[in-house]
């Protein structure tokens, strides 16, 4: 329904900071609620934050409270993750997904390929 793309992963210092994209398709990216997951090797995938679909609500895993920060620009179809203070913990594929009910359900259908992120001690 919504295709993503997410981008601006790589290699980083411990301290340092990434900001990830993601790149949907447009046309109803305004009603989407987004969110993004990270999963790192031999873990589960878990949640990272969420922002609803006017980004006058945002949420954040407890892990990375303070730390990361989601935004979207629905003018360019992008939603962000601004990441600073990194540890070598947040190493992991980052992905984004989209919840089509802009909130109401909090269920993401739409994801997109991930992204690596790689924290350097």
């Known amino acids: 329904q919504v295709q993503l793309v997410e981008s601006g992963g790589g290699l980083v210092q411990a301290g340092g900071s990434l900001r990830l994209s993601c790149a949907a398709s447009?046309?109803?990216?305004?009603?989407?609620?987004m969110g993004w997951f990270r999963q790192a090797p031999g873990k589960e995938r878990e949640f990272v934050a969420a922002i609803s679909w006017s980004g006058g609500s945002t949420y954040y895993a407890d892990s990375v409270k303070g730390r990361f920060t989601i935004s979207r620009d629905n003018a360019k179809n992008t939603v962000y993750l601004q990441m600073n203070s990194l540890k070598p913990e947040d190493t992991a594929v980052y992905y984004c997904?989209?919840?089509?009910?802009?909130?109401?359900?909090?269920?993401?259908?739409?994801w997109g390929q991930g992204t690596q992120v790689t924290v350097s001690s």
């Open positions: 447009g046309r109803t990216f305004s009603s989407y609620a």
């Open positions: 997904a989209a919840d089509p009910t802009g909130g109401t359900t909090w269920r993401f259908g739409s």
